[in-house]
């Protein structure tokens, strides 16, 4: 992941994706890289806004996240609320 906001996130694929494509995301929210285990993972349809290559990397898309669940949306402002 590249970077990531209340509405979507820029993620590395290793496959092409296309723009209005609606994959799943799925993604364990770390504080120092540490996972906390009392912590699901946010989870949510995401609709392709854009996509390029990144070479040997793979592809880089810009994801904007599709209603997500009260709970998930929650989970997300409080990690984000702390990252400040």
């Known amino acids: 992941m590249k970077n ?3 509405g979507g996130a820029a993620i ?3 496959r092409p994706v296309t723009t209005g494509e609606v ?3 799925s993604f364990f929210l770390t504080e120092d890289g540490i996972e906390d285990p009392d912590r699901l993972p946010f989870e949510c349809a995401a609709s392709v806004r854009w996509s390029k290559p990144r070479g040997a990397l793979g592809f880089e898309a810009g994801l904007q996240f599709l209603s997500p669940s009260s709970d998930q949306r929650e989970l997300l402002e409080e990690f984000l609320e702390r990252a400040d």
């Open 4 to 6: 990531l906001s209340s």
């Open 12 to 14: 590395v694929f290793a």
């Open 23 to 25: 994959v799943t995301v």
